[in-house]
């Protein structure tokens, strides 16, 4: 079987709206080719809407639903027209998360699918992760069954996004989880100097770690907690940005990056892992990546761009063609629900 199918991504670091379109085939295993792909930066106005969007009354935040919704299926429909595309099975569209509790077995991803399809009057699957959650599950990690079906020759996959993540086989089975925040907290800490990212760790290379603050974020519950675990943005609130408050900005961001480091090599070393793909807008940092290299033995393996950039995306269009199939697309061994299942709402 073959499927043309366009992913849509929106991280946590909210550096813009991620759309790839790639074809699926499926023979003995499946492959991909990522046809079309690019990075539409949000303006200023709509990074500001999705940022505050945790602050919303439930009326507001029901607007911005349908807002960004639209928003979504504007693009995708200026996508499909300015690259001429034809055949589309199917769109699939993580959202925007602005809630995630597992927990509480809530989750909100916004960006109405039902909206996206009235644009573009494609097929839509949306809201993947609140059936996981509502099954026990903690919802995320959900790119285990991309990086189980679509890359299985690496021993693990690690992406750097807002936050790591890491998904590997383990006795036999795809364990996965979140790891530590990344560019949530540097990229925050690099607006303070009129940057939207710290370029290559170029900042945090000029500043001094400091050893009290590293102790203190190193020494943080979550990690001692087993797995199948996820962050969210109310952990940091919570737990990370006090703690930087009144450190000096260069010296937060150097502290920020080793302890970032050091979590990830942990965990590469405690499962003795061979090799490692990493992906996500934390590829590009040449200097986490320096370090994490200097604290393992791990061959860590930098893909083509096209891979770093698009693989979330890449990934949740593969999970929409599944989930056109009714073939599993979450992995219960990463996130803990009750069983695996294939989740998403198709309109």
């Known amino acids: 079987?073959?499927?043309?199918?366009?992913?849509?991504?929106?991280?946590?670091s909210l550096?813009?709206?991620?759309?790839?379109?790639?074809?699926?085939e499926k023979q003995d295993?499946?492959?991909?080719?990522?046809?079309?792909?690019?990075?539409?930066?949000?303006?200023?106005?709509?990074?500001?809407?999705?940022?505050?969007?945790?602050?919303?009354?439930?009326?507001?935040?029901?607007?911005?639903?349908?807002?960004?919704?639209?928003?979504?299926?504007?693009?995708?429909?200026?996508?499909?027209?300015?690259?001429?595309?034809?055949?589309?099975?199917l769109i699939a569209s993580h959202g925007h998360t602005v809630f995630h509790q597992p927990k509480k077995k809530f989750t909100l991803q916004i960006g109405d699918g039902r909206a996206i399809k009235l644009e573009t009057g494609l097929p839509v699957i949306y809201d993947f992760r609140s059936q996981d959650v509502l099954m026990k599950g903690n919802g995320a990690p959900l790119v285990p069954i991309g990086d189980e079906l679509l890359f299985p020759q690496?021993?693990?996959?690690?992406?750097?996004?807002?936050?790591?993540?890491?998904?590997?086989?383990?006795?036999?089975?795809?364990?996965?989880f979140d790891i530590a925040p990344v560019n949530i907290v540097l990229n925050y800490l690099a607006k303070k100097f009129q940057k939207n990212f710290d370029e290559n760790g170029e900042l945090a290379e000029k500043g001094n770690i400091n050893e009290t603050l590293l102790d203190q974020l190193n020494a943080l519950d979550f990690y001692q907690q087993p797995h199948p675990k996820s962050l969210g943005i109310e952990w940091c609130n919570e737990h990370i940005f006090p703690a930087l408050e009144n450190i000096e900005t260069l010296?937060?961001?150097?502290?920020?990056?080793?302890?970032?480091?050091?979590?990830?090599?942990?965990?590469?070393?405690?499962?003795?892992?061979?090799?490692?793909?990493?992906?996500?807008?934390g590829a590009y940092n040449s200097f986490l990546i320096k370090k994490i290299r200097a604290k393992t033995t791990s061959e860590v393996i930098i893909p083509e761009k096209e891979i770093i950039n698009y693989k979330e995306a890449l990934i949740f269009a593969f999970m929409g063609v599944l989930r056109m199939n009714n073939e599993i697309n979450v992995l219960a061994s990463a996130t803990g629900s009750t069983h695996d299942h294939s989740s998403g709402i198709l309109v």
């Open 1 to 12: 079987m073959k499927a043309l199918a366009i992913g849509l991504m929106s991280g946590t």
């Open 154 to 176: 690496y021993d693990a996959c690690l992406n750097l996004g807002g936050f790591s993540n890491i998904s590997m086989k383990s006795d036999e089975k795809r364990i996965a």
């Open 251 to 281: 010296d937060a961001l150097a502290t920020f990056t080793e302890h970032t480091a050091q979590q990830i090599a942990n965990i590469i070393n405690e499962y003795n892992i061979k090799d490692i793909l990493i992906t996500g807008g």
């Open 29 to 89: 295993k499946w492959t991909f080719q990522i046809l079309k792909a690019e990075t539409l930066p949000y303006s200023e106005d709509w990074e500001n809407k999705l940022r505050n969007s945790i602050h919303l009354s439930a009326e507001d935040l029901l607007e911005l639903h349908s807002e960004y919704g639209f928003y979504l299926g504007q693009q995708v429909r200026e996508f499909i027209d300015k690259n001429k595309l034809e055949n589309i099975s």
């Open 15 to 24: 550096d813009g709206l991620d759309i790839c379109l790639a074809e699926f």
